[in-house]
Nanobody, 129 residues
Framework: EVQLQASGGGLVQAGGSLRLSCAASGFTLDEYNVGWFRQAPGKEREGVSCISSSEGSTYYADSVKGRFTSSSDNAKNTVYLQMNSLKPEDTAVYYC??????????????????????WGQGTLVTVSS
């Protein structure tokens, strides 16, 4: 069974950092891409990052580019999202999900949540001013 679970959220001041973890089970990271989405009240679901371990490629939304970094630890079957220079607008529940690697990440210009599945519970990130 393909399962993913995000963790590592918390409360941080603007300008601070957090590292989220996405523990994967039921598959290896070379079989599926792992994406990060976030959801905040009153806002649309936003895809923030996607990583392909097999491609060695990552995608970032413009809103987080230069501040967030996705990485993979294949030995632990875990994907990380390092979030630096956090802003209050980053406040959201963050989720990770898996997608079939049908499109090279290097060609992506946007993430679509319906391409991803096996969502676990999200982890709340709160950034204070």
């Amino acid at each position: 069974e393909v399962q993913l679970q995000a963790s590592g959220g918390g409360l941080v001041q603007a300008g601070g950092s957090l590292r989220l973890s996405c523990a994967a089970s039921g598959f290896t990271l070379d079989e599926y891409n792992v994406g990060w989405f976030r959801q905040a009240p009153g806002k649309e679901r936003e895809g923030v990052s996607c990583i392909s371990s097999s491609e060695g490629s990552t995608y970032y939304a413009d809103s987080v580019k230069g501040r967030f970094t996705s990485s993979s630890d294949n030995a632990k079957n875990t994907v990380y999202l390092q979030m630096n220079s956090l802003k209050p607008e980053d406040t959201a529940v963050y989720y990770c999900g898996a997608s079939m690697p049908l499109t090279p990440i290097a060609t992506m210009d946007r993430m679509y949540y319906w391409d991803f599945g096996s969502w676990g519970q999200g982890t709340l990130v709160t950034v204070s001013s």
